[in-house]
């Protein structure tokens, strides 16, 4: 995306479900622009279902 006002570059959700295991995860990576232009990679993850 070459559109300099967005603050966000991507965001990427990947998901691992188990039922046998009972897991239900997911894992996040988004990258934004802060207020100063300067492009952040922000991580997350958890409980699928939760904010992580």
């Known amino acids: 995306m070459d559109d300099k006002r967005s603050p966000f570059l991507f965001h990427l959700v990947l998901q ?3 039922h046998a295991q009972h897991v ?4 996040s990576l ?3 622009r802060d207020l ?3 492009v952040r ?3 997350d993850w ?3 279902g939760t904010k992580g």
Do not use: C, N, P, Q
């Open 16 to 18: 691992r479900v188990d």
């Open 46 to 48: 958890g409980r699928i």
């Open 41 to 43: 990679l922000v991580r």
């Open 30 to 32: 988004m990258s934004e």
């Open 36 to 38: 100063f232009g300067t």
């Open 24 to 27: 239900a995860r997911f894992y």
